[in-house]
């Protein structure tokens, strides 16, 4: 017993150090990028979701907290595309990079605060299991919500499973969800096609799956996925 209690100590201790606002500040101005998920069949995988998905339900803008680096979005075929991000490194460099790209437009975090919007859909994209600290996950959810007109889309794990890893928290969002933004209805829950399994590559495969969620005027839309 005494194990354990040490440690759950230092697990706490370390959570407690932890600040997902500066670790992913740090990481993109050090030159990191947003992970493997944004990256190869992961990425490949979930931009072909999204434009099916927004091509279906005739969405005609879209705002993604924790847009990141840039490579996942750039390969969406969205008419009206927000990025909002806690770097002010990234957001920076992906204003540059989608200049061209009419009707798209990047912010910082709090920028955004500033001048909230609303989208036809909000979109989260492996985040949720990054926003380790409480406060910061209450606050996530109720902006990702509130940006929302029609459609919440989420790319995450959901669930409560302890990880070993500083930056990950996995969290059963779905509960806060329940409780917190009961305008929303559960739409679809979406097989991942890629699972992490024991002894599977982490940048090929992932715990993250979709889950659609709508506004009790959309969840019976023709042709929906």
């Not at 989608?98 to 709090?110: I, K, P, S, V, Y």
């Amino acid at each position: 017993m005494a194990v354990t209690l040490r440690s759950l100590f230092r697990r706490k201790k370390e959570v407690s150090e932890f600040h997902s606002d500066a670790y992913w500040r740090d990481r993109y101005e050090a030159g990191g990028n947003s992970g493997a998920g944004s990256y190869g069949r992961l990425a490949e995988y979930k931009a072909g979701f999204i434009n099916d998905l927004v091509k279906t339900h005739e969405v005609q803008s879209v705002i993604e907290f924790g847009s990141g680096d840039g490579n996942q979005c750039s390969l969406l075929t969205i008419e009206n595309y927000t990025g909002v991000d806690i770097s002010p490194a990234v957001v920076t460099a992906c204003r540059k990079r989608f200049a061209g790209r009419e009707n798209w437009q990047f912010l910082t975090d709090a920028e955004y605060q500033v001048n909230p919007a609303q989208a036809d859909m909000s979109m989260s994209l492996d985040v949720i299991y990054h926003l380790v600290e409480d406060a910061i996950f209450e606050r996530y959810m109720e902006t990702l919500f509130s940006a929302s007109r029609r459609f919440v889309l989420v790319y995450s794990s959901d669930t409560d499973t302890p990880s070993r890893a500083t930056h990950v928290r996995h969290r059963s969002y779905s509960n806060w969800i329940a409780a917190h933004a009961p305008a929303f209805a559960l739409v679809e829950a979406f097989e991942q096609p890629y699972p992490m399994r024991p002894g599977s590559d982490p940048r090929t495969t992932s715990f993250a799956s979709f889950k659609l969620f709508a506004r009790p005027c959309d969840t019976l839309s023709e042709g929906k996925p």
